[in-house]
C-alpha cells in the first residue's frame, strides 16, 4: 500500500492554503498516470479550504509505479505567493512537506484486533442507532485507532486498518531517524531543506528547475 501525507508542519495559515492546492495538483497529476487517488483523512484548518494535513492512499497501477509516483511528492515544497490572507505582509515564501508511507499488507490483517462499538455524536438515526464504529488495536504496539466516520462497519473498518498502518509506518521511520521526533519536522525545518518542488502565484503553477 502507497500512501502519501502533505502537511502544512507547524506553518501559518499560508502552509495550509498551499497543501489544499497541492493536493488537486497531485490528483491532477495521478489523474494523468491512470492512478487513483483516495482521501483516507483529512485535518482541517481554521478557514474552509486550508488543510493543515491530507493523508492520501494511490491505487490503479502497479506497485513500483505507484512508489515512483509517490516519491515525486516526498520532502520539502515550496509555494512562492503574496499571501492570500495578509495583503501588506513581506513574506512570500511558505513552505510544506510530504511524506511517503510504504506498507506490507500480507502480514498485517493477523496483527489486529478489531471491536465494534456505538457511534457518537451527530450524524443522523444511522449513526446513532447502530454499531458501526470500529476500534482497531496493533496487538504488538498496543496503538489504537477509532474510526466512525463512514457509514458502514465495513467502511469504517478499512480506514481503520489503512490509518493504524499509516500510525505504524510513520512510527518505524521516527526510530529509524534520532532528529525526527514528532510526526512532521517543525517548520523552520522544512524551511532549510531543499524543495524539491516550487510552486508560484495564486494559480499555483509549479516552477520548473532551470526556469523562472
Known amino acids: 500500500m502507497i500512501l502519501v501525507q ?94 511517503l508511507f510504504e506498507i506490507a499488507e500480507q502480514t498485517f490483517d493477523s496483527e489486529i484486533r478489531f471491536q465494534q462499538c456505538r457511534a457518537s455524536g ?29 457509514r458502514s462497519q465495513h467502511a469504517n473498518k478499512r480506514l481503520a486498518r489503512v490509518l493504524l498502518m499509516q500510525k505504524l509506518a510513520e512510527q518505524a521511520q521516527q526510530a529509524a531517524s534520532q532528529q525526527q521526533k514528532s510526526r512532521w519536522q517543525q517548520h523552520n525545518e522544512l524551511q532549510r531543506g531543499n524543495p524539491i518542488r516550487t510552486f508560484k502565484g495564486p494559480e499555483f503553477s509549479q516552477i520548473y528547475k532551470g526556469k523562472d
Not at 516519491?71 to 513581506?90: D, E, I, T, Y
Request: hydrophobic share 40%; net charge positive; charged share 20%.
Open 6 to 99: 502533505l502537511s502544512s508542519g507547524a506553518g501559518p495559515l499560508e502552509c495550509c492554503k498551499a497543501v489544499a492546492m497541492a493536493v488537486k495538483c497531485l490528483e491532477c497529476d495521478a489523474k494523468a498516470l491512470a492512478i487513483k487517488m483516495n482521501t483516507l483523512a483529512v485535518e482541517q484548518a481554521e478557514l474552509s479550504g486550508c488543510y493543515k494535513s491530507v493523508l492520501l492512499e494511490l491505487t490503479g497501477a502497479e506497485p513500483q509505479i505507484l512508489k515512483q509516483f509517490a516519491q515525486q511528492w516526498h520532502g520539502s515544497m515550496l509555494w512562492v505567493c503574496q499571501s492570500p490572507f495578509r495583503a501588506r505582509h513581506k513574506r512570500k515564501n511558505w513552505y510544506f512537506g510530504g511524506q
Open 122 to 150: 451527530a450524524g443522523g438515526q444511522h449513526v446513532n442507532t447502530t454499531d458501526s464504529a470500529v476500534r482497531a488495536t496493533h496487538v504488538a504496539t498496543g496503538i489504537t485507532v477509532r474510526v466512525e466516520s463512514e
